[in-house]
């Protein structure tokens, strides 16, 4: 549609696609997915001149994507398959991987299943030119992980203070609007794209909140998420549904939601026989259950398996999935107890419950112990599940790291995040999430990667541009977690940006680099300090305010005094919390002499002259930082000044309007965490730079 093509070409501008689309293309598969890649070729072709072929009689080509149970192949397929097969044996590629190679001048694409081959031509666009070099010995691509799924925080209705989108950086939904689905379904259909040259297999089309109107998608308006569905199936990605705990009795006029009563697990197993009627490859449920409000198993006084349970028996006809989130946590706490740790809450409520869930329960745990802080710990839940399907929750939105104003590349955090040992070696937890041993043969436990989406109605998609980076990095790390984040970024620059024909054809991508690859560490260079988390506006979760979350009953505190600062989550005096993590952490977090300093204040309360590992104080390494974070950024800005006629102007102006916030924000940031804490230690700056 219209819009749609006035929405940015993200990482996929016709540029991307030339290496692929001046060349000559044999196709060989049918089907749904099949036929996407071949009208994405045929697409391109339209643009820069190449061929696109269907059938083997029409060579010589210069790229052959075809499935191995494919009769009549071109010789050079022929040969690759051959060697794949002396290699290996048979489906070894899977529903989605594919083998890629050149040879004799010919660039090969072999693949199990069509996914495979739609993922095998994206991974010829994004190798561009390189793809049809000299010759490339053949690859296996696999995804490391099964489900990799965005979850949209999307409302059909606009909320007064919250917007559309719950913490939604881009705009409206775009998959709903004015009170129905959107009419603009060619841009879900740009994004349905997208997210396949990425590998993303999975999307939920409502908030994790389950308002009054979006509970109806499971019923009397089923029909808006089946054709949502019909926009996502030819690209591979399976629809979800989030739901209301209490939809029996909301929707279905039952007494009760009690997950073990006869007549709710009926009314469960009707309602997913509609669901599957209208949408045969429904993917299944997301739940957020008595947290923050919403309603759950608690509240009939069943736990958690029995909850998670009764959905699951309810889709494991059909091949559905549950994914029963872990944020559960009691949003009512009170500073003053210390005997309460919101930290504490989702190991409390979920590790006694391994082993109790069926085996199409996933349970979907954030990345850490709190809430998509900047900074924390991994969860220790991940540890603690062996007999769980887990999957781990990201968030791309970026609420606590910047609002889509602030650039902040976040795949250096989640590579940290996947890359984790919690057992000191061995595993890390992106193998627990695909449900992997160390030696990646499968433990029957596949769970996933999750994140909050980042995308909204926004002609940039992404409200920040540079932000599609991160939408970008997840699919990539999701299906690779071992990729490296700043290779994953230098990928998402060179597609996205086309080198202009200028003196220095580099500076754009150096730029670029520069700019975003330790954007993270200059975002949290300038806010809560030491893995405290937290000092943001209540509500918005935008910008400083050092007491705000202080004094309220949600569980983030930072307990600074005039002699010191942090949350002791120790067992010796503390919450406990520390005793959640399996050895080694557990013994390493315990200790402030061994704890990381960059989550010193995560888990020890320290007075502001303790000295951390780099050999300055607590109180001195806030000032430095926040100094340091502040300058930065007015240097990421004056950075991308220099790129000035480089880069499309829409594109330009709107990164320079957001750089200009993201500096004074930054100033404030500062201003306002160096006046706190030097008034409360009256301790000054060994630089003697001027703190009000
Ligand atoms: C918090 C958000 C809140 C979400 C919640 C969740 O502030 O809007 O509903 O996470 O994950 O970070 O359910």
Redesign the pocket.
Known sequence: TGEASIAHAAWLPPEALRAVASRRVLVMSDGMLAETAAQEIARAVAHHGGSLHRAADGGPFDLVLALTSADGLPDAAAMALAELDWRAGQDMLGAEGFALGRRDGVTVVLADGPAGLLYGLFHVVRLGEAAFGASLPIEVHCPVTARRMLNH?DNIDTHPVMGQV??GYSGGSIFWRDGGLTPDLGRVRAYARLLASIGVNAVTVNN??VHATEAHLLTDRLGDVAALADVLRPYGIRTHLSVNFNSPAALGGLRTADPLDDGVRAWWADTTRQVYAAIPDFGGYVV?AD??GQPGPFGYGRTHADGANTLAAALAPFGGVVHW?A?VYNHTQDWRDRSTDRARAAYDHFAPLDGHFAGNVILQV?YGPI??QTREPVSPVIAAMPGTRLAVEL?VTQ??TGQQRHVCYLGPLWHEVLAFEPWGGGRTVAAVAAGRHADNGLTGFEGGLVA?SNVGDDPFWTGHPLAQANLYAFGRLAWNPHLDPAAVLGEWIDLTFTPAATADPGLLRRTLHEVMDDSWQTYESYTAPLGVGFMVRPGS?YGPDVDGYEYTPWGTYHFADRDGIGVDRTRATGTGFTGQYPQPWAQVYESAASCPDELLLFFHHVPYTHVLHSGKTVVQHIYDTHFEGADRVARMRSRWAGLAGLVAPDVDARVRERLDEQSRCAQEWRDQINTYFYRKSGIPDAHGRRIH
Do not use: A, L
């Open positions: 925080w719950e913490r994790v909140n957020k947290s923050e989130r944020f954030k809430d998509f968030q609420e606590y909050v979760h």
